[in-house]
């Protein structure tokens, strides 16, 4: 059974960080993970991913900003996300990478507000 369980959202200002985690199940996690977010009224982007020998890669908006980063013991991936700008503000969520699963999880809210 497929599990994506994305945690760490909240309410930050501007210039402030938040970390992200994502639990996956095991059958999916071996592969390449990404982090999607949903701004309101907006199409679901793919914001970074991670493949499973731990290289990176970001959306230029991100870039430099956030770090991704996995634990393949606990199957969780992280994304620390510093210098957080309005334009952040999203529901975050995890996903394989690069062909998402069906299955998607609740998300978490990130709103990115003075």
């Known amino acids: 059974q497929v599990q994506l369980v994305e945690s760490g959202g909240g309410l930050v200002q501007p210039g402030g960080s938040l970390r992200l985690s994502c639990a996956a199940s095991?059958?999916?996690?071996?592969?390449?993970m990404g982090w999607y977010r949903q701004a309101p009224g907006k199409e679901r982007d793919m914001v970074a991913f991670?493949?499973?020998?731990?290289?990176?890669n970001y959306a230029l908006s991100v870039k430099g900003r956030f770090t991704n980063s996995r634990d393949n013991a606990k199957n969780t991936v992280y994304l620390q996300m510093n210098n957080l700008k309005p334009e952040d503000t999203a529901v975050y969520y995890c996903?394989?990478?690069?062909?998402?699963?069906?299955?998607w999880g609740t998300g978490t809210l990130v709103t990115v507000s003075s």
């Open positions: 095991g059958s999916i996690f071996k592969n390449g």
């Open positions: 991670i493949l499973s020998g731990g290289s990176t």
């Open positions: 996903n394989t990478f690069p062909i998402p699963v069906d299955y």
